[in-house]
């Protein structure tokens, strides 16, 4: 049995931990700009996600990681919800893989209608995980109250 998970700002020096994480994983690298959150159990870093600026309204949600003895324990639930309460976001974009999108719709995400207008970084970014990734990928947007 694990300790209870606690979620915090990944600091600009872990920030290098964090890329090899992302590497490993096939993901983008993150930068200073990005707003990490990491995840830890007893001392341990067992997870990843971050928000991306877009522009001064609009952001994006993802590098979400939960290492494999930790999953199915509602780690990736805890990260979403600690850069919710960060996120100075009006609207949040999230690319997940489709087997995982639900994750997200528990948090408000819901699939990007079709006529929605989506900023040139984030369709860039859709189109380089459709190419990147053999899983299927969703668009999905949250939109603040």
């Excluded at 993150?30 to 877009?54: F, H, N, Q």
């Excluded at 522009?55 to 600690?82: C, H, N, Q, W």
């Amino acid at each position: 049995m694990h300790g209870m998970p606690t979620i915090r700002k990944l600091s600009n020096s872990e920030l290098e931990w964090a890329n090899r994480r992302y590497i490993e994983l096939g993901f983008l690298q993150s930068s200073t700009e990005d707003y990490i959150a990491v995840a830890e159990v007893d001392g341990v870093k067992v997870g990843l996600g971050r928000l991306v600026a877009v522009d001064a309204l609009t952001g994006e949600l993802g590098g979400m990681y939960v290492a494999p003895a930790f999953r199915g324990s509602k780690i990736a639930d805890k990260i979403v919800a600690f850069l919710l309460q960060q996120s100075p976001y009006q609207q949040l974009f999230c690319i997940p893989f489709s087997h995982v999108a639900n994750i997200y719709m528990r948090f408000g995400f819901r699939e990007a209608p079709i006529d929605v207008l989506v900023p040139t970084g984030v369709a860039h970014k859709l189109a380089w995980c459709k190419n990147e990734y053999l899983e299927p990928v969703s668009l999905l947007l949250r939109v603040a109250d």
